[in-house]
Nanobody, 112 residues
Framework: QVQLVESGGGLVQAGGSLRLSCAAS??????MAWYRQAPGKQRELVAS???????YYTDSVKGRFTISRDNAKNTVYLHMNSLKPEDTAVYYC????????WGQGTQVTVSS
């Protein structure tokens, strides 16, 4: 079972940027994705990337977030720009659909 470890979250002011990383303990040949879960809400898909770098973004982050992957390093990234308070959530990575156990995620808090 591949283990996923997310990192890079933090507290940032609105309009700021963060880069999240997801390190996998093994190869990641599948479609990889970032998800987020805000307090009191269901986990939602934020962005995904295929092993051929075809990407998908949910409407609320289009133009602000960029997903990328480094297959040699078994790592997936999420570059987040122009952050908004509504982006505040715990961010997780997994395949899409999710097949691995969920990691602990990384907290992103955007202050207004």
């Amino acid at each position: 079972q591949v283990q996923l470890v997310e990192s890079g979250g933090g507290l940032v002011q609105a309009g700021g940027s963060l880069r999240l990383s997801c390190a996998a303990s093994g190869s990641i040949p599948y479609v990889m994705a970032w998800y987020r879960q805000a307090p009191g809400k269901q986990r939602e898909l934020v962005a995904s990337i295929s092993n051929r770098a075809v990407t998908y973004y949910t409407d609320s982050v289009k133009g602000r977030f960029t997903i990328s992957r480094d297959n040699a390093k078994n790592t997936v990234y999420l570059h987040m720009n122009s952050l908004k308070p509504e982006d505040t959530a715990v961010y997780y990575c997994n395949t899409q659909p999710s097949i691995y156990s969920w990691g602990q995620g990384t907290q992103v808090t955007v202050s207004s």
